[in-house]
């Protein structure tokens, strides 16, 4: 009986939109992601380079321009967490266990489209 009635004040709260521990941890989880993966797709297109690995760089330079890719992910992946975290919040039921994948995917698809939609894309084409 505890258990339904704390569920229920639970789901009657306020959802904030802007939640800053959310959007923190979101921007370091994008800024971690492109320090981590950008020398080693650096290093992939070196690679797959027709003049040959050395020869495109070799190993000289895996950093070269991960500071103002990390700037720009740290905003981007942190209105990805926000959005996703609001749509989950807006999709809220209390519906059976294998609708809930579909919340998860739904609340996904819109922290990736919203945040680019709205931000990304419009930056992108006021810049060129």
């Not at 003049?51 to 070269?64: D, E, L």
Request: with cysteine.
């Amino acid at each position: 009986m505890e258990s339904r009635k704390r569920k229920k004040r639970e789901c009657a709260r306020p959802h904030r939109l802007f939640s800053p521990p959310t959007s923190f941890a979101g921007g370091v989880a994008g800024v971690s992601v492109d320090l981590i993966l950008f020398p080693l797709d650096t290093i992939k297109t070196r690679l797959q380079s027709p003049q040959g690995f050395n020869k495109a760089g070799g190993f000289r330079g895996i950093y070269a321009g991960v500071p103002s890719t990390a700037v720009g992910s740290f905003p981007n992946a942190a209105m990805f967490f926000l959005t996703y975290e609001y749509v989950k919040y807006l999709l809220h039921t209390d519906s059976a266990s294998h609708v809930k994948p579909m919340k998860h995917m739904l609340a996904a698809s819109a922290g990736e489209v919203i945040p680019f939609s709205l931000v990304q894309f419009p930056l992108w084409e006021s810049l060129k």
